[in-house]
């Protein structure tokens, strides 16, 4: 079997690294614009297994290129890239894992077409969107009424430091949207739009991570597939108390604006001249970091109240030398990829993860999730 993993940063060489384990995997092919990405893949991953290939992914017709005769393709790649690669996947015929779950609606559209290609397109299959979603399903499942799902992530720093108590774990550019986009979410069968950074709320998690705070974000396509099996379903991502407040001021003071403007003679963006700022603060002083997800649905079991919560704390992986996020954006992906072609899931179109990690795939998933170092612990309440 050969697979194409589209993008080599940290994300992109753990998927790699760890495809290569399988041995019903012959080929990964490691693809990415900027060679010193791909050397360095090589370099980690470190098996005959792994060829690769230099390319600049900037279309739909490059990302064909490169994927055309593969059996799967994982994309690690920014949003902007998504939607091509999934129309690329279609036109090749290979199957796709894609971390990005934006858009999902303009997706799902592609369903018919990726049935007639016999092929499945997963999109959002990382942790969040990805881990989150499937388990806000099992705990609707689990309901004979299911009143309220919330799914909570954050990636937070280790070691904290000031102003922000942040540091960037994946694409700046995903980080910003947090602060600008609506948030999508689903009351009484129905989408709605939450405005960027409201429903603040405080939160604890266990030592060292301590009192966070969460605000509302887009709840991608759990918003859409579970809104009729539960009355209220919402993602909240997670910080350290102070910083959604800091990044509020800004916000409400013009600073993420998409408007140009012009400063002696250069026009430019509110948004881009902020993200150039803070760019530097955002580095924080170790590399360590820590992923945190909480989510909790709440309903009725043959009458009685019931609430399902699933936790996972997860650290800095110091035997891999890679991220928290890394790790747990990664592993959920390729583990699927996996299931794909060895025929664990037979779907076709475009299908997302709480459409497939349910009934008696969802133990089996948690359970080679927990083997790769990833623990998700698990309580009812009545």
Not at 86 to 111: M, N, P, Q, R, T
Not at 176 to 194: D, F, K, S, V
Not at 229 to 252: D, F, P
Request: glycine share 8%; hydrophobic share 40%; charged share 25%.
């Amino acid at each position: 079997m050969h697979v194409v993993v589209l993008g080599t940063g940290m994300i992109g060489t753990t998927v790699v690294r760890e495809l290569v384990a399988y041995p019903g995997i012959s080929k990964v092919t490691a693809v990415d614009g900027y060679s010193e990405n791909v050397d360095r893949c090589l370099e980690i991953a470190a098996s005959a297994k792994v060829e690769g290939q230099f390319t600049n992914l900037q279309s739909e017709k490059d990302i064909f290129d490169v994927i055309k005769g593969a059996d799967i393709a994982i994309a690690c790649l920014p949003h902007s890239l998504s939607l091509p690669a999934i129309h690329a996947a279609i036109a090749a015929k290979c199957h796709l894992v894609d971390l990005v779950g934006s858009k999902y609606e303009e997706k799902s559209k592609l369903d018919d077409r990726a049935k007639e290609a016999g092929i499945i397109v997963i999109p959002g299959c990382g942790v969040a969107p990805g881990i989150t979603n499937f388990l806000a399903a099992q705990g609707i499942n689990l309901l004979d009424e299911a009143e309220e799902t919330i799914m909570i992530c954050g990636g937070i720093p280790r070691f904290p430091v000031p102003p922000l108590w942040y540091q960037v774990v994946f694409r700046l550019e995903s980080v910003m949207g947090l602060y600008t986009r609506p948030a999508l979410a689903a009351e009484n069968g129905e989408l709605i739009q939450l405005a960027p950074l409201s429903g603040l709320e405080k939160i604890t998690f266990p030592d060292p991570v301590g009192e966070c705070e969460a605000v509302v974000t887009d709840a991608h396509s759990a918003a859409y597939t579970l809104k009729d099996k539960v009355n209220k379903i919402y993602e909240k991502t997670v910080r350290y108390a102070g910083h959604w407040s800091k990044m509020a001021v800004l916000s409400e003071l013009g600073f993420l604006d998409d408007k140009e403007v012009e400063i002696d003679g250069v026009q430019l963006t509110p948004k881009r001249f902020t993200e150039r700022i803070l760019e530097p603060q955002l580095q924080g002083k170790s590399k360590e970091d820590i992923t945190v997800v909480r989510v909790t649905t709440r309903g009725k079991k043959d009458g009685i109240k019931t609430t399902h919560t699933w936790e996972m704390v997860d650290f800095y992986d110091h035997e891999r030398g890679i991220t928290s996020m890394a790790k747990t954006t990664a592993i959920p992906a390729m583990l699927l990829a996996n299931w794909i072609l060895t025929g664990k899931v037979k779907e076709t179109g475009v299908v997302p993860v709480e459409d497939i990690i349910i009934g008696d795939r969802f133990h089996l998933f948690l359970a080679e999730l927990e083997s790769k170092g990833i623990e998700i612990k698990y309580e009812q309440m009545k």
